[in-house]
Structures are given as structure tokens and as C-alpha cells.
């Protein structure tokens, strides 16, 4: 309703078209992604929006996933880069670790819901991993950091015992379970 109202306004249909028509050029520079504040955060966020419709396309199109299989894909690693790199950690996406999805998988998605399970957290492990095979077949990001990440995100037994783990946790035992996989 609020964009409906917006296109009674033409020149608010200027700066919706001109939000939803990021060229990929400008999408895919590293630069666009440093955040130094709250301006250069809300722009990061903005164009990984974009960027992510551009691997959801791929999800379909080169990968030949179904509709909602690669809805839940690009869905969960929108929560990753835009929830924890860009939101939490206020990181440039092109700049991600493995060891960054481990801390998002086996800590901070764990801490940061209220429900945390297996099979919510493993469409953002496995969409994560893809993105960033997407982000190195396109030249954007190195090959081996994106085998490193898929190879991360397939340690399902770890996310799931690091839940499991959280869950029985009793009286001063999230110190220790904390340590096991730190967001330091």
C-alpha cells in the first residue's frame, strides 16, 4: 500500500526505480561494502539486496533449483550476510571467513533466536556457502576462501550438537560452551 502511494508521487517512482535498478557494475564493487557508518551501512545492506537477486537468478537459472528451494537458499544467506556480516559484525561481505560462518552457525544464529534448530539453521549454512560459490565464479571472490566456507557449512553433526549443546546448557555452563566456538 505504502509503494502504491509512493507512485502517486512521480518524483518517488524516480527514487523507487532508481533503488531497484542498481547496476550489477556497482553491485559487484568491494568498496560498496566497507562500512564506516550509518550511511555506508544502510548502502551496504541496500545493494547485497540486489546482489542477492542476482544469485537467486543463478540459484534458478545455472543451478537449476526449484522456486522454493532456492527462495530458502538466497533466504538464508540474506541472514547471513545482511543480519550478522553487515549487521552485527558492520563487515564488508567480500571480506567473510569460514571461521566467520562457523561463529554465525555454532554461536551467534544460536544466541541471537529464540528457537534455534537444525533445520532453519542449515538453509542459511548451505545458501551462504553457494552465494559465495556464486561470488567466485563471478570473479568477485577467491575460489579456495569459497571451498573453505562450503566446507564449513557442511559440518552439520557440529551445528547440530552446538544447539543441542545450548539447549541442556545449566546454572554457569554457557561459559564454556561459549569458548568452544567464540564470537572472538
Request: proline share 2%; glycine share 6%.
Amino acid at each position: 500500500m505504502m509503494r502504491q502511494q509512493m507512485l502517486n508521487n512521480p518524483g518517488e517512482l524516480k527514487m523507487i526505480q532508481d533503488i531497484e535498478e542498481i547496476p550489477f557494475s556497482v553491485l559487484v564493487g568491494a568498496q560498496n561494502y566497507n562500512i564506516d557508518s550509518l550511511e555506508t551501512e544502510i548502502r551496504a545492506d541496500r545493494y547485497c539486496t540486489q546482489l542477492l537477486k542476482y544469485f537467486h537468478r543463478w540459484l534458478l537459472d545455472k543451478q537449476q533449483r526449484e522456486a522454493l528451494e532456492a527462495g530458502r537458499l538466497a533466504a538464508g544467506a540474506d541472514y547471513f550476510l545482511r543480519e550478522f556480516l553487515i549487521g552485527a559484525r558492520r563487515q564488508n561481505i567480500f571480506s567473510a571467513t569460514a571461521e566467520q560462518l562457523r561463529q554465525f552457525g555454532g554461536n551467534w544464529y544460536i544466541i541471537s533466536n529464540l528457537e534455534p534448530n537444525s533445520a532453519e539453521l542449515e538453509p542459511m549454512l548451505l545458501g551462504s556457502a553457494l552465494f559465495y560459490n556464486y561470488c567466485a565464479e563471478q570473479n568477485l571472490f577467491s575460489t579456495e576462501d569459497a571451498k573453505a566456507i562450503d566446507s564449513i557449512a557442511q559440518q552439520n553433526t557440529f551445528f547440530s550438537d552446538r544447539i543441542e549443546g545450548f539447549h541442556q546448557l545449566e546454572e554457569d555452563g554457557y561459559s564454556a560452551w561459549d569458548q568452544a566456538c567464540s564470537l572472538k
